[in-house]
């Protein structure tokens, strides 16, 4: 299954290779393949979370079957920056139930960049994931098109959709759309998962238009619209997490300057719980406003990038209770009091040839950030637990980096440092009462935390010959003044059944250890053996393991291709995590091993491809869960799914 | 020409009118966002009650008093005194009530605790006695009290066998903030003698009985201001029910009425009620 999904780094199109630097061994490209007949994965409908999870870099924390966090280098989202086609857009929800990812579908995308440690984003620790979305090119006068339909039996998933793209020597556009729904999932065994269903729609809509011969604006639109989403994990589901994600481009050559929109509305809901200590309404609201302007080139043995970007974005979410005594008044409050970002980034990168094989990279930005408390009863309740709080804050975000790279025929090797800032998320710096359902604490964010910093060191080798291509890498990050919630005697607990009330505090340090090793055999004329492994290490100061640290994992599958016929076998699995963090409410998580097989074939005729693959995962219906699975809510069991993808 | 003099009318007629207005304003300010409870009569005056509810209720009233002669005009060099008075089946008694002192445009302020509510058979009345010149007057009539919607005043017997009546002066707008509380503290001496019960302390502990008893952090107890009220801070952390359970505690810190809450007593004895 991973064999192909993802584009093996030695292998992979990175943006630095159509920038013609040679590739970055810290950095994961997975290409989503158009759903055409090139496509080689093996489920070409699958979930874009199903796609992240699959890279070495990044976990994707769990908490039912939709919107998955992703943990970038073992790191929560917060030390992340997800970007779409570099726009920054922040989540609305408090509880985090709708990441950047949940707000574009699969279909939208044509490679996900995966960038370990500082970049030209903004400011961050574990580093940044660009989702690029496919968009059309200019040529000759041609319209093309597809349509798929894809069905799996464990939560009777459907999913349909289809695809337009038109395009003329001086526009393009595309449009597409994607539907899925999916009932409730059944875990290995057979217990149904209630609360896991599902339903999503997805149009985006791309037009370009090339003004000139060196010059070509873009505009793009998506609207998401998620209903009815189930989260085990979670005391509430979502009635609605709605996305509109507009932007507008103008590209010339080497310079690139964008505006964009977003914004998201997100609504809990607890009507499908027939039990609840009390009854609730949760909306959050996000809406951002930014700007990117880049500009790349080279001089002599130089070639640079420079990176102008700035954002607003306002978060607002309600928490409005329904006593359960009759005739008592609504008890209200702001969970995110309306807090303003105001964020301004400069960043620049040199990439230096010392010769043909042998390339440094230097690269250095700054970021200044401006938090306002916006609403006065927000401003105000934070007071309560930090009376001296001033309504503003301004934050300078500084980062650093530098790599030695050498690229030879069969070996490669990457070594860098880094240092980087980042602030306090919304959450972290400003939630109030915010439950989690994991530890079972309510969280109260602390305005009055320092940036955490990071010092990171990665380095990677990898290694071609014949038949046989490998890649060890491995990043150590040490965090200062690391943000983590942590209990608070004498506060007491706002939510009804909650343990304890955590502060965000910041600890003297934490390190994060990542390791992953990747290998890909070629065996015979059809045959490919792809191994994976990976292994992270989290701890602190007085605290022994951080949270959320995913253990020894590995995959291994064997792919056979020939022609239009392909089939995989791949076991992935785990061992047992014995390092986790009790506080956090983590128990440990027994190994286990799932095996997938799928299998696709391909019909053409004329212009027409008829592409269809079908599988089995988990086919031992396993009952099983991971570290990453919130509330230890299990996997699903046994599912078997067909695509079935018809391009023109 | 023409137009430069309607210019000039409609100048001089709007600051005329802003004038006007503004004179209205100071006129009305003292009794502006008050209304009236009742008129106290007699052969000479006219005695407005006024209050912010419009209404007398159990608990502390902030009262308002104008003294209108029968030509109209308002008296505003009167030394005035009142005594409430509750008339109940087998006894009277009075309750605490403040001096009344002059505030200006002939409007007198002091305020009033009742500790219960008036009905057919048990009712408050007020007498109000007052100087003008040399000439003392008086009036006494039946006032309605109502009960307060929450909570709002306590009336017990100290373990010290003082009977103190407690009432809440504010918030009288509460808000999701660190709230200023106040309340007034009386010893009651005789049926119809109330001190000030000064040098103690009103311990708070605000809790949302519908939250599962949830309290808010930093909330600050009730000491004596130089004023003679008690005056504390009060934290609360979202709209809705609130409860505040009160202790009292004398400078001696031997509680004298009121009992912690813990996991296993969920409210004290004594307790205040505030709803937004």
């Known amino acids: 299954m991973l064999r192909l999904t993802i584009a093996f780094l030695l292998f992979a199109v990175s943006v630095y290779s159509q920038d013609t630097i040679r590739t970055d061994l810290l950095k994961e490209v997975e290409i989503i393949h158009k759903r055409s007949l090139s496509d080689k994965t093996d489920k070409p409908l699958a979930t874009l979370d199903k796609y992240l999870e699959k890279s070495n870099m990044v976990n994707m924390v769990r908490k039912g079957a939709y919107a998955w966090e992703p943990y970038l280098n073992g790191m929560a989202s917060e030390r992340s920056v997800v970007t779409i086609d570099g726009m920054r857009i922040y989540a609305a929800c408090t509880d985090k139930m709708d990441p950047v990812t949940s707000y574009v579908d699969i279909t939208n995308l044509a490679k996900v960049n995966v960038h370990s440690g500082q970049s030209g984003?903004?400011?961050?620790?574990?580093?940044?994931?660009?989702?690029?979305?496919?968009?059309?090119?200019?040529?000759?006068?041609?319209?093309?098109?597809?349509?798929?339909?894809?069905?799996?039996?464990?939560?009777?998933?459907?999913?349909?959709?289809?695809?337009?793209?038109?395009?003329?020597?001086?526009?393009?556009?595309?449009?597409?759309?994607?539907?899925?729904?999916?009932?409730?999932?059944?875990?290995?065994?057979?217990?149904?998962?209630?609360?896991?269903?599902?339903?999503?729609?997805?149009?985006?809509?791309?037009?370009?238009?090339?003004?000139?011969?060196?010059?070509?604006?873009?505009?793009?639109?998506?609207?998401?619209?998620?209903?009815?989403?189930?989260?085990?994990?979670?005391?509430?589901?979502?009635?609605?997490?709605?996305?509109?994600?507009?932007?507008?481009?103008?590209?010339?050559?080497?310079?690139?300057?964008?505006?964009?929109?977003?914004?998201?509305?997100?609504?809990?809901?607890?009507?499908?719980?027939?039990?609840?200590?009390?009854?609730?309404?949760?909306?959050?609201?996000?809406?951002?406003?930014?700007?990117?302007?880049?500009?790349?080139?080279?001089?002599?043995?130089?070639?640079?990038?420079?990176?102008?970007?700035?954002?607003?974005?306002?978060?607002?979410?309600?928490?409005?209770?329904?006593?359960?005594?009759?005739?008592?008044?609504?008890?209200?409050?702001?969970?995110?009091?309306?807090?303003?970002?105001?964020?301004?980034?400069?960043?620049?990168?040199?990439?230096?040839?010392?010769?043909?094989?042998?390339?440094?990279?230097?690269?250095?930005?700054?970021?200044?950030?401006?938090?306002?408390?916006?609403?006065?009863?927000?401003?105000?309740?934070?007071?309560?637990?930090?009376?001296?709080?001033?309504?503003?804050?301004?934050?300078?975000?500084?980062?650093?980096?530098?790599?030695?790279?050498?690229?030879?025929?069969?070996?490669?090797?990457?070594?860098?440092?880094?240092?980087?800032?980042?602030?306090?998320?919304?959450?972290?710096?400003?939630?109030?009462?915010?439950?989690?359902?994991?530890?079972?604490?309510?969280?109260?964010?602390?305005?009055?935390?320092?940036?955490?910093?990071?010092?990171?060191?990665?380095?990677?080798?990898?290694?071609?010959?014949?038949?046989?291509?490998?890649?060890?890498?491995?990043?150590?990050?040490?965090?200062?003044?690391?943000?983590?919630?942590?209990?608070?005697?004498?506060?007491?607990?706002?939510?009804?059944?909650?343990?304890?009330?955590?502060?965000?505090?910041?600890?003297?340090?934490?390190?994060?250890?990542?390791?992953?090793?990747?290998?890909?055999?070629?065996?015979?004329?059809?045959?490919?053996?792809?191994?994976?492994?990976?292994?992270?290490?989290?701890?602190?100061?007085?605290?022994?393991?951080?949270?959320?640290?995913?253990?020894?994992?590995?995959?291994?599958?064997?792919?056979?291709?020939?022609?239009?016929?392909?089939?995989?076998?791949?076991?992935?699995?785990?061992?047992?995590?014995?390092?986790?963090?009790?506080?956090?409410?983590?128990?440990?998580?027994?190994?286990?091993?799932?095996?997938?097989?799928?299998?696709?074939?391909?019909?053409?005729?004329?212009?027409?491809?008829?592409?269809?693959?079908?599988?089995?995962?988990?086919?031992?219906?396993?009952?099983?869960?991971?570290?990453?699975?919130?509330?230890?809510?299990?996997?699903?069991?046994?599912?078997?799914?067909?695509?079935?993808?018809?391009?023109? | 020409m023409n137009l430069l003099k309607s210019v000039l009318v409609l100048i001089t007629f709007s600051v005329f009118v802003s004038c006007s207005k503004k004179e209205d304003v100071v006129v009305s300010n003292e009794l502006d966002g008050l209304t009236l409870v009742t008129t106290l009569t007699n052969d000479t005056h006219k005695i407005g009650l006024y209050t912010a509810s419009g209404k007398f209720q159990t608990g502390y009233n902030e009262v308002y008093v104008q003294i209108k002669n029968a030509q109209g005009t308002v008296e505003s060099n009167a030394s005035v005194k009142w005594t409430p008075l509750m008339h109940m089946m087998g006894m009277e008694h009075s309750c605490p009530a403040s001096t009344v002192s002059y505030k200006t445009n002939g409007i007198y302020k002091g305020y009033i605790v009742f500790q219960m509510a008036g009905s057919e058979e048990e009712y408050w009345d007020l007498t109000v006695n007052y100087t003008i010149g040399n000439t003392a007057y008086t009036v006494t009539d039946t006032i309605a009290v109502s009960a307060a919607a929450k909570r709002v005043v306590e009336t017990f017997l100290g373990s010290d066998n003082n009977r103190y009546v407690l009432a809440l002066v504010n918030p009288a707008k509460p808000a999701v903030a660190v709230n200023d509380i106040s309340a007034v503290l009386y010893k009651m001496e005789s049926m119809t003698s109330f001190v000030v019960a000064d040098d103690y302390t009103i311990k708070i502990d605000p809790r949302m009985t519908g939250m599962g008893n949830h309290t808010s952090p930093n909330n600050v107890n009730l000491t004596q201001g130089t004023d003679g009220l008690y005056y504390g801070k009060l934290s609360l952390t979202m709209t809705g029910y609130w409860k505040i359970n009160l202790q009292l505690q004398n400078a001696s810190q031997t509680i004298l009425k009121g009992e912690a809450v813990t996991d296993t007593n969920e409210g004290s004895s004594i307790y205040f009620e505030l709803e937004f």
Not at chain 1, 138 to 155: D, I, P, V
Not at chain 1, 421 to 448: A, C, H, Q
């Open chain 1, 121 to 648: 984003v903004g400011a961050s620790i574990a580093g940044s994931i660009d989702l690029v979305r496919k968009k059309g090119a200019f040529g000759e006068r041609k319209l093309s098109g597809m349509a798929f339909t894809g069905y799996e039996t464990n939560s009777a998933q459907k999913v349909v959709g289809g695809a337009l793209s038109f395009s003329k020597p001086r526009l393009f556009t595309d449009i597409d759309f994607t539907y899925r729904h999916a009932g409730n999932y059944k875990a290995g065994g057979g217990e149904e998962v209630l609360y896991s269903q599902y339903t999503k729609y997805n149009v985006s809509a791309n037009v370009g238009y090339k003004v000139n011969e060196h010059s070509q604006v873009e505009a793009s639109v998506i609207y998401d619209r998620a209903v009815n989403v189930g989260y085990p994990a979670l005391t509430m589901d979502v009635g609605l997490a709605r996305g509109v994600i507009a932007s507008l481009a103008y590209i010339r050559h080497g310079w690139e300057t964008k505006v964009y929109y977003n914004t998201i509305r997100h609504v809990m809901d607890d009507t499908k719980r027939p039990v609840v200590a009390i009854r609730m309404d949760m909306p959050g609201w996000s809406k951002t406003a930014g700007f990117y302007s880049s500009l790349k080139g080279s001089a002599g043995r130089h070639m640079w990038k420079g990176n102008v970007s700035g954002h607003y974005n306002k978060s607002l979410a309600e928490m409005t209770m329904y006593s359960n005594t009759a005739g008592e008044k609504d008890m209200f409050m702001l969970t995110w009091p309306g807090v303003l970002t105001y964020y301004g980034d400069v960043f620049g990168e040199d990439n230096y040839a010392i010769t043909d094989r042998w390339r440094t990279t230097v690269s250095a930005g700054l970021g200044v950030q401006n938090n306002v408390v916006d609403d006065v009863q927000g401003l105000e309740s934070l007071r309560i637990f930090y009376p001296e709080m001033e309504r503003s804050k301004v934050r300078v975000l500084k980062r650093l980096s530098a790599a030695v790279n050498y690229a030879g025929d069969r070996w490669q090797y990457t070594v860098g440092v880094g240092y980087g800032e980042r602030p306090p998320g919304v959450s972290e710096g400003y939630g109030y009462y915010l439950f989690n359902s994991f530890d079972r604490y309510d969280y109260i964010g602390n305005p009055e935390m320092k940036n955490e910093q990071s010092v990171s060191m990665n380095g990677a080798v990898g290694y071609r010959v014949g038949r046989f291509s490998g890649k060890v890498s491995g990043s150590y990050f040490h965090l200062m003044d690391y943000i983590i919630g942590r209990p608070r005697a004498g506060l007491s607990v706002m939510t009804i059944g909650a343990v304890g009330v955590k502060v965000y505090e910041q600890l003297g340090y934490a390190d994060v250890i990542n390791l992953g090793v990747e290998e890909d055999w070629q065996i015979g004329e059809y045959v490919t053996w792809t191994n994976r492994m990976s292994y992270r290490r989290g701890s602190g100061k007085g605290v022994k393991n951080l949270p959320l640290i995913q253990p020894f994992t590995y995959s291994s599958g064997v792919g056979f291709l020939r022609k239009s016929f392909s089939a995989d076998v791949v076991v992935n699995g785990a061992v047992k995590q014995a390092r986790y963090n009790e506080e956090f409410g983590e128990e440990g998580v027994a190994g286990y091993a799932v095996m997938n097989v799928s299998a696709g074939y391909k019909f053409v005729w004329g212009r027409n491809g008829l592409m269809l693959k079908a599988g089995v995962e988990n086919v031992m219906d396993r009952r099983y869960r991971t570290f990453a699975d919130w509330n230890k809510v299990p996997r699903m069991g046994r599912n078997v799914f067909m695509n079935l993808v018809w391009s023109f």
